[in-house]
């Protein structure tokens, strides 16, 4: 299934939950509290610190870093900088998350910035975002993604892209999996796009330990299961919330979803994936 038997996929959510997983997140205030819950809710223990100053001492101590790139200001770039540099050289698992980079010329221009930079992990984002980076083009569709674009399977070594949307795609080197969703949710809740950044990173925990990574090394493998344990965790979740009635009611679905990806629901609706 998807590369990955369905036991795999439940192992990297039942060890997030035993392991307790420290993650630190620079956050977008938008939707902090919700990915903080989320974090929480997988058995994850969220940290989000902001400032530049403590950045170093923080990623020391952080069993991986999750980059929220929303709400950009050149104080959350310098920060960004530094997480990226201080994890690359720990070896911690990365996820960066271009929140709405193609709708500005400066927010375009320190995404780019970021990804010059050596490090390897996941990027997670929209259509409309990936295909921004990959462009260099302004789509000016604020954060969400409005039309069908397609985006280019060259991806940089040592990365792997987690392509959210109906059908998630995962892209890495020229290759691709993609893991639809079997029930869209009429709710078009805030934040569920950050929320799956912060998964990702609880799952990228999970996956490096699983894959057996030594220290200071990123393996390729462990970034593809945790991509996709991550899409295949979040479409159960708002597989749940969609059927929810009411937005708060959702919401508070979402959530408990999450919590149920160590369980034995979680397990059963994998196998009926085909």
Not at 37 to 59: K, N, Q, T
Not at 111 to 132: D, F, M, T
Not at 158 to 172: A, F, K
Request: hydrophobic share 45%.
């Amino acid at each position: 299934m998807f590369e990955y038997a369905p036991e795999q996929i439940a192992e990297v959510f039942v060890r997030i939950r035993a392991r307790n997983y420290l993650v630190h997140m620079i956050p977008n205030t938008v939707s902090a509290p919700l990915c903080a819950d989320g974090l929480a809710a997988l058995g994850a223990r969220p940290l989000m610190a902001v400032a530049a100053e403590e950045m170093a001492e923080i990623v020391s101590q952080a069993d991986g870093c999750v980059i929220n790139l929303g709400q950009m200001t050149k104080e959350k770039q310098k920060a960004a900088r530094i997480v990226l540099k201080q994890a690359a050289e720990a070896g911690r698992p990365l996820v960066l998350d271009p929140v709405g980079c193609g709708a500005s010329r400066f927010r375009m221009q320190a995404v780019q910035q970021l990804l010059a930079l050596p490090w390897q992990g996941i990027l997670k984002g929209n259509r409309s975002e990936l295909y921004s980076i990959q462009q260099q083009k302004l789509t000016r569709e604020g954060i969400d993604s409005l039309e069908e674009r397609s985006l280019l399977h060259q991806i940089s070594t040592g990365r792997v892209y987690l392509v959210t949307g109906e059908t998630d795609e995962i892209l890495w080197k020229d290759k691709m999996i993609q893991i639809p969703h079997r029930a869209a949710s009429h709710w078009n809740m805030v934040g569920t796009g950050c929320l799956a950044g912060a998964v990702t990173g609880a799952c990228c925990c999970a996956a490096g330990e699983m894959c057996r990574e030594s220290m200071g090394k990123i393996s390729l493998e462990s970034l593809k299961l945790a991509a996709v344990s991550a899409a295949l965790g979040m479409a159960f979740a708002l597989e749940q919330a969609g059927a929810a009635e009411g937005y708060g009611t959702a919401k508070s679905a979402l959530l408990n979803a999450l919590g149920q990806l160590s369980a034995k629901h979680f397990s059963d609706w994998l196998q009926t994936l085909k």
